[in-house]
């Protein structure tokens, strides 16, 4: 009866050590991740930051009052362009309503063309703004979302780019009323502000267009609540017509004092300073899911 109790006591110490060796050897792994991620902790946090910047880059943006400023700055900006290409080039880069009527006189009375408007001038102007707010339209509607962070600031930032160059062509070569560069300088300038426009409605906030102040005049004078203290659309309506009529009158000043050059180049200064504020928008909240909705 002896020999069972003695062979269990005699098994004790092999199973003991079994036990040791694995805890053993647990403990030595632990110690090498636990030195592998203190040889190597910058790999880790570069993941972590590489992440939270895509993260941010690709989250929508919030309808917010930044949203709203960064609107009414990009106004403040078409106001002081179309300042300056009126008198320069008899036709606006982003009041497209002057131009059609004035694309249409051309065609029919021949000969206002030249001495009120320029018909070439006219005709690239509109072609590019519609140029502009088509391809970046669509682009928005089928193949990006349209409020991703890294969309708004690829975006503003083209176009400008854009501005920029078309104050590049005016500080080298001066201004030139007609031909290729008073063409180049209109498309550059149609095309940005044909983009930029598309920025209000994929951003929810139609009261504020960036460019065309007529439909806002209207809105504005027709509107039920409008001494009303709290009435948003009424607020943005009218901050974005005081941005346009300051940024025409700002234009105007830069254009008898420093000359269209500079008053284009503050306008895509104006632009880029947006282009900058983007990133500092407030994400937009996540929708609970049908799942997650009890």
């Not at 036990?19 to 902790?41: C, H």
């Not at 009041?95 to 021949?110: D, K």
């Not at 409008?226 to 974005?240: C, E, S, T």
């Not at 104006?270 to 983007?278: D, Q």
Request: charged share 15%; glycine share 6%; net charge positive.
């Amino acid at each position: 009866m002896g020999h069972p109790a003695e062979g269990v006591l005699a098994n004790d110490p092999p199973i003991a050590l079994v036990e040791e060796r694995k805890s053993s050897e647990m403990s030595s792994r632990q110690l090498s991740i636990q030195d592998q991620s203190k040889e190597n902790p910058s790999s880790t946090s570069e993941a972590s930051t590489k992440e939270r910047l895509v993260s941010h880059l690709s989250a929508p943006i919030r309808v917010s009052f930044l949203a709203e400023l960064e609107l009414i700055l990009l106004t403040f900006a078409t106001g002081i362009q179309d300042a300056t290409t009126f008198p320069d080039y008899h036709c606006f880069a982003s009041n497209q309503t002057g131009n059609t009527v004035m694309l249409a006189l051309s065609t029919t009375v021949p000969g206002l063309a030249g001495t009120l408007f320029i018909t070439e001038n006219i005709g690239v102007s509109l072609a590019l703004f519609l140029a502009g707010g088509w391809i970046t339209g669509q682009i928005s509607h089928h193949f990006v979302n349209k409020r991703s962070r890294w969309w708004l600031l690829l975006c503003n930032f083209l176009q400008t780019v854009l501005v920029f160059g078309a104050a590049a062509i005016q500080f080298k070569f001066g201004v030139q009323r007609e031909g290729s560069r008073a063409l180049a300088v209109l498309a550059l300038l149609a095309f940005a502000s044909g983009s930029q426009v598309v920025q209000s409605r994929s951003l929810a906030m139609t009261e504020i267009s960036t460019a065309m102040a007529t439909a806002a005049w209207v809105d504005l004078m027709i509107d039920s609540r409008l001494f009303h203290l709290k009435n948003r659309p009424r607020n943005r309506r009218a901050f974005f017509l005081i941005a346009l009529v300051c940024g025409s009158f700002v234009g105007a000043a830069l254009y008898r004092s420093a000359g269209s050059a500079w008053a284009i180049f503050v306008s895509a200064a104006a632009k880029l300073i947006v282009t900058v504020l983007y990133l500092f928008n407030s994400p937009e909240k996540k929708q609970p899911s049908n799942g997650d909705v009890c």
